[in-house]
């Protein structure tokens, strides 16, 4: 078909981007999709993102204005607003407690010669209504605490595509899951041919909290309705498609794909190179939470110390970025003796952060819980050319660190002295010169030119190559568009 403005040229492919995790939302999964719409863009595409908006981010997510800033200039951005009515509900009555004549009642209740079995019918009344909010917070949380974006994303997604064209392909990513079942509404609706990005597993997550077997049920369904609608569904990792395949048979293979992560390595042409540092610096950078979690080490580090196998003077473990506070890693750290060898900095920009990567000694990486991901960390650690030490099960991330050449692996719950063994071993690795990893492990523009033909065949069957499509055809404005729905 040829263009309206231009009969000699083609008309330009339309992409409609579902992605929560999109610049300035700063979460590592948002570097994959602003890959593939930088690549798109310079195709020639014609780019709709719809996201999250900044004004109703959960507490605590990270955010990186420097970010937009790579977002290219002609692509429209539909920013949407998340709608949380239990939230707003809970902080409405948060502070509603029994009021001051209840709590005088309560306590005459337990002076001599009253009803004992007053207090104990309140508390389970309290109890009771406990239980219920757990469950209601559950069920709010289907499938994910971005769960209040979807009614809004998809109404936006259909008055836009009726408003400004029909793309000719949905691409969507996650998690959050949230984004898969915009996605899945919205092919849906309109036929459009669409390709689902699994960046982790699902229904059946490893390290998934299924507390409320609900919503694990809800999971499975939601997970299928995605894998039997999506025209093609991509993978990260060679150990999640085998299970997805071993999981929906032969039938649903064909359409399964592996298109690995990775990093942009050219974010690292303007950090130093390795500075000569007083101490030793085995850096983590990134979020600590849940599972994932440096007490072992710590551990190790303590007794390494205390042999005299590391220098006070000349050692540091430095943790960049957030800290949850189910991980006391301050108190850790007294109580093993060791506060004057760990360095704990709130989260930087992202540039900071490469830039800290690039300059330290080492660098630390925590997977636990799982064997078929990768951390995304794990490809910037790789391109910043430094040696890691990895506290990760066999599997996936470990298989990718032992490749690069410049890793060591230890099991996150092996003994102290194993522990110990590992990071003695990442320190005499750093001593020496070290040879960087092969750029094919890491290189995320590879990947993303091979999300971009796989779009390329959805939304034009009958071409085989990918078409470049110049941006006289139909020049790119500088639009940008926030929603509030």
């Not at 977002?71 to 949407?80: F, T």
């Not at 079942?181 to 092919?187: H, R």
């Not at 600590?288 to 050692?315: C, E, K, N, W």
């Amino acid at each position: 078909m040829a263009s309206a403005r231009n009969p000699r040229l083609p008309t330009r492919p339309r992409a409609l981007i579902i992605a929560y995790d999109f610049p300035p939302h700063a979460a590592i999964g948002t570097m994959r999709t602003l890959r593939l719409v930088r690549e798109l863009d310079s195709a020639g595409w014609r780019i709709t993102v719809i996201t999250g908006s900044p004004h109703t981010y959960l507490p605590g997510t990270p955010i990186d204005a420097t970010l937009e800033e790579q977002v290219p200039i002609g692509v429209r951005l539909l920013r949407v607003r998340a709608y949380r009515p239990i939230a707003m509900l809970q902080r409405l009555v948060s502070g509603i407690r029994p009021g001051s004549r209840r709590r005088n009642r309560t306590s005459r209740s337990a002076l001599p010669g009253s009803d004992a079995r007053a207090v104990p019918k309140h508390r389970g009344s309290l109890g009771t209504l406990a239980h219920l909010r757990d469950i209601v917070d559950a069920a709010a949380e289907i499938p994910d605490k971005e769960s209040g974006w979807i009614t809004p994303a998809v109404v936006r997604g259909i008055f836009d595509t009726l408003t400004h064209g029909r793309p000719d392909v949905i691409y969507s990513t996650a998690p959050p899951w949230s984004g898969q079942v915009i996605a899945l509404a919205l092919a849906r609706i309109s036929g459009i041919p669409w390709m689902a990005d699994f960046r982790d597993p699902w229904a059946r997550a490893p390290w998934r909290d299924w507390r409320r077997p609900f919503r694990q049920r809800a999971a499975a369904v939601l997970e299928r309705s995605v894998i039997q609608r999506a025209d093609r569904v991509a993978f990260v990792t060679r150990a999640n498609l085998a299970e997805f395949t071993a999981f929906y048979g032969t039938t649903a293979a064909e359409r399964l794909q592996l298109i690995p992560n990775g990093c942009d390595p050219s974010e690292f042409d303007g950090c130093v190179s390795p500075v000569t540092r007083d101490a030793f610096v085995l850096l983590h950078a990134g979020a600590l939470y849940g599972a994932r979690t440096p007490v072992p080490l710590l551990r190790a580090v303590s007794a390494a110390a205390g042999r005299g196998d590391i220098a006070r003077r000349g050692f540091r473990v430095r943790f960049l970025g957030h800290v949850s506070p189910e991980i006391d890693l301050e108190g850790e750290c007294r109580r093993l003796g060791i506060l004057d060898l760990v360095e704990i900095i709130p989260r930087v920009t992202r540039a900071e952060s490469l830039r800290e990567m690039k300059a330290a000694s080492a660098l630390l990486l925590i997977q636990t819980g799982t064997t078929v991901s990768v951390p995304g960390k794990t490809y910037e650690y790789l391109a910043a050319g430094r040696p890691i030490l990895a506290l990760t099960e066999d599997g996936e991330t470990a298989d990718l660190v032992r490749a690069s050449g410049i890793g060591v692996v230890v099991r996150p719950h092996d003994s102290t002295a194993i522990m110990e063994s590992a990071l003695l071993e990442a320190i005499a690795l750093a001593s020496r010169e070290v040879i960087p990893p092969p750029q094919e492990l890491y290189d995320g523009w590879t990947h993303a030119r091979t999300a971009a033909h796989a779009l390329w065949q959805l939304a034009r069957p009958d071409q085989t190559a990918m078409q470049v499509h110049p941006g006289v055809a139909e020049p790119q404005g500088g639009y940008r568009e926030d929603s509030v729905q």
